[in-house]
């Protein structure tokens, strides 16, 4: 009898349902921010903007995942050559254990060593600090971003929020005559 020299796999159909695909979180595939700090553009004037890793625990991952991180109120700071982040709030895990991570625990930024360098450069100079804009997820991981921030006067606040408003009414009347047009 002679040897078969080669196998022909014959692909089988399988009738039946299909699993449906459930599409991803949009937090979690990085398509949306986690959080977002709405509150430094109008109290800030920010000059330039760094992205960081944050060192987190499991559980605080998961609470970001589900949208319990807030960035009012918090900053960054720059201290023995190691960059940390204060004051985020990020809530307790809702399946979480007696284990659950602290709320508002400081947070070490994950920075090469000439990045940290370059940020205490940039913030030693008088009225400027670091103000992390938002928190978001890149290839699985947490990133901050970071913005070299100088504080406004009330006086900065009040320009800022009259060139949006003319910047606003220009758009609408663009926009209207284009809709005049088109008629």
């Known amino acids: 009898m002679a040897r078969q020299t080669s196998h022909v796999i014959v692909p089988t159909d ?9 599409p991803r979180d949009p937090v979690a595939s990085g398509e949306r921010d ?4 709405r509150a430094a553009s109008h109290n800030y004037f920010l000059l330039e903007k760094f992205e960081a890793g944050v060192a987190l625990r499991g559980t605080e991952v998961k609470s970001i995942r589900e949208g319990k991180a807030n ?3 918090s900053y960054g700071l720059i201290k023995d050559g190691e960059a940390f982040l204060l ?6 895990y809702s399946h979480g ?15 090469h060593r000439e990045e940290v360098r370059r940020l205490q450069s940039k913030t030693q100079i008088k009225g400027h ?14 990133k901050c971003e970071l913005a070299v921030a100088k504080g406004k006067q009330d006086w900065d606040k009040r320009e ?22 088109g008629r």
């Open 160 to 181: 800022t929020e009259r060139s949006r408003e003319a910047d606003r009414e220009a758009r609408t009347a663009i926009n209207a005559s284009k809709h005049r047009m």
């Open 87 to 92: 004051n985020v709030h990020i809530g307790p």
């Open 14 to 22: 399988r009738p039946g349902p299909q699993k449906p695909v459930r």
């Open 129 to 142: 600090t670091l103000i992390p804009t938002r928190l978001y997820f890149r290839k699985g991981r947490v």
């Open 97 to 111: 254990n007696m284990a659950n991570h602290d709320a508002l625990r400081t947070r070490k930024l994950l920075l």
């Open 34 to 37: 986690a959080a977002q700090n």
């Open 71 to 73: 960035l009012k109120d």
